[in-house]
């Protein structure tokens, strides 16, 4: 089945280290997006892709890195930097920038212990 | 993107329908309304969008005031399965709009027996 598979579901990871959460899809899209949501709260961007090999930083992106070296993967690294990364991170993609559907995967849950 | 302004809450009987009001008083002529939800620890999943006129699919009905200035999404006959959070979202289309879009806090709705 067509869709987006997020990985792990859940995470732990001490303090000072990255950590690094996969996104795939089999959609042939060529967005995609990382959010994050804290509890209680709406979605914040992290950091999006319209393309191949392009992205763009979102609203919250220090602290974070991506890569878009193949179009089907959108890996995002929580690094040490990011002071405050508890969340659930969510992985989105749309045909292109501009569709009217966005497609959200399952989410991740990392937790700093 | 215009902001929008929902209730933080609502409760709903089950076989009932739901409606859900949602303020974006300032809309400009070239952004849709769009709704997704959010069941717990999920992702937000797409229910219905509208630029102008009053849309209906499988899952909802959006219906939104002639001045465009208000929303309200309607579930005809809510089941404990809908119980999420609700988010209505305005975005003028443009290739970059998913990436700078912010999702707010929603509706949380609860469906009781």
């Known amino acids: 089945d067509g869709g987006i598979t997020q990985s792990p579901k859940y995470l732990f990871r001490k303090e000072g280290q990255n950590v690094t959460l996969s996104c795939e899809q089999n959609?042939?899209?060529?967005?995609m997006y990382w959010y994050r949501q804290d509890p209680g709260q709406g979605l914040r961007l992290i950091y999006y892709s319209q393309i191949v090999n392009d992205f763009q930083k979102g609203d919250i992106a220090e602290g974070y890195s991506v890569s878009r070296e193949k179009k089907e993967s959108f890996p995002l690294t929580v690094t040490s930097a990011q002071k405050n990364p508890t969340a659930f991170y969510l992985c989105?993609?749309?045909?292109?920038?501009?569709?009217?559907?966005?497609?959200f995967g399952e989410g991740s849950w990392l937790t700093v212990v | 993107d215009a902001k929008t302004t929902q209730p933080p809450s609502m409760d709903c009987a089950e076989g009932r329908a739901a409606n859900l009001p949602c303020n974006h008083s300032?809309?400009?002529?070239?952004?849709?309304v769009y709704w997704y939800r959010q069941i717990h620890s999920q992702g937000p999943q797409y229910i219905i969008h509208g630029l102008k006129n009053n849309e209906t699919n499988e899952m909802a009905s959006l219906i939104i005031t002639e001045d465009r200035k208000s929303s309200t999404l309607i579930l005809p006959h809510a089941t404990l399965r809908d119980t999420a959070v609700y988010y209505c979202i305005v975005r003028v289309v443009t290739t970059d709009s998913w990436g700078k879009l912010q999702f707010g806090a929603g509706t949380q709705v609860v469906v009781t027996p």
């Open positions: 300032t809309i400009s002529g070239n952004e849709y």
């Open positions: 959609l042939n899209h060529d967005a």
């Open positions: 989105a993609s749309s045909i292109h920038s501009g569709a009217h559907t966005i497609y």
